[in-house]
């Protein structure tokens, strides 16, 4: 589940070192917010906060360089015309950038209106950026995974499978042979965009991996800094089962790509069997590397059943 609004207090707190913003108006109502049905709707954080316009109504209104100037070149009943449009579009925070001083009326507005104003001598574009960026992080669909994320060749790779099939050790080994680390146990998915999900590692597991008999294991102290991630896009499913499991509910050759739903997305997944003697970590990698090519257009299976064909026509012709 994602959270439905955020109050413009919240906002101002968590990046008034980073964006080293001044709040000059609209005290009254601190705890303004995001309206509900904007933030359901917005297709992306790009939706929820951008430069003035009358057009786009419930979003932080940015006023840049352009934008002041564009309000102090009225004068009168335009000036006053111009300021009060934008309360009609009841924006939860209007940000000043660029050292920008608002104009007196604006800065009057907002605390009539109860519209909290920031000042900032950050550039407007970064601002931007940088409230894009936390509202795309904040808003997005959510889940919890039990698993194992990983960097594998480039690629985010989750591994999963009923607990003591030793996925924990499988990590493990694939660190060692040069991968990294995202997430131990419980991975926190975010759907980012129409197309990506992205997998965090919570904050009490950041670096953390736990082996049976062994215990729990500071990868980064271990193998250093390049062993862990901090977030990888979700591309790959790799599902551990028992051989018996294997044999009775999936098919040897698969003839189409596996996908699992993932926070609505479909995700492509392999199946791999753990049984004696198996090097599941080279096994995965294989995976990796066939996903690799898969997602390049490359289809091993297909290229096989269309060279079968062709063998089969050309024995018939023989016949003939």
């Known amino acids: 589940m994602k959270p439905t609004s ?9 990046h008034r070192e980073r964006l080293r913003w001044e709040w000059i108006a609209g005290h009254a109502h601190p705890e303004r917010r995001f309206d509900e049905t ?4 917005a297709q992306s954080s790009a939706d929820l906060v951008g430069y003035l316009n009358y057009i786009h109504p419930y979003r932080v209104q940015l006023v840049g360089r352009r934008e002041v100037a564009y ?12 300021i009060s449009r934008i309360v009609t579009l009841e924006p939860p925070v209007i940000i000043v950038a660029d050292d920008q001083a608002p104009p007196d009326r604006l800065v009057a507005m907002c605390d009539r209106a109860e519209i909290p104003l920031f000042v900032t ?21 959510r889940t919890t995974r039990h698993g194992v994320f990983m960097d594998i060749l480039g690629l985010g790779v989750l591994l999963t499978g009923e607990s003591g099939l030793g996925k ?39 670096n953390l991996l736990e082996v049976r008999g062994i215990g729990l ?31 009775r509910d999936f098919e040897r050759l ?59 026509e050309q024995g018939q012709h023989n016949d003939d």
């Not at 990868?219 to 977030?231: L, N, P, S, W």
């Open 6 to 14: 955020i109050s413009a207090d919240r906002l101002f707190e968590e």
């Open 217 to 247: 294991l500071d990868i980064k102290a271990i193998f250093g800094e390049t062993a862990v991630r901090r977030k990888m896009r979700l591309k790959l499913i790799v599902h551990l089962v028992r051989k018996e499991t294997m044999e």
């Open 168 to 206: 924990s050790e499988l990590g493990l080994e694939l660190i060692s042979r040069g991968h990294g680390l995202v997430a131990d146990d419980a991975v926190d998915l975010f759907r980012i965009s129409q197309t990506a999900i992205e997998g965090r590692c919570p904050e009490l597991l950041l």
């Open 121 to 141: 001598r950050e550039s407007a574009g970064h601002v931007i950026d940088v409230v894009r960026a936390y509202l795309a992080q904040l808003f997005a669909n």
């Open 38 to 41: 904007a933030v359901r709707d």
């Open 254 to 312: 698969p003839y189409e790509p596996l996908y699992e739903d993932v926070l609505g997305m479909p995700v492509r997944k392999a199946i791999i069997a753990v049984d004696a003697g198996r090097n599941l970590a080279v096994l995965v990698e294989a995976a990796v590397r066939n996903t690799v090519l898969q997602l390049r257009g490359i289809d091993t299976y297909r290229e096989f059943v269309e060279r079968h064909q062709r063998a089969i």
């Open 71 to 82: 309000l102090s070149q009225a004068s009168g009943e335009v000036l006053d015309r111009r």
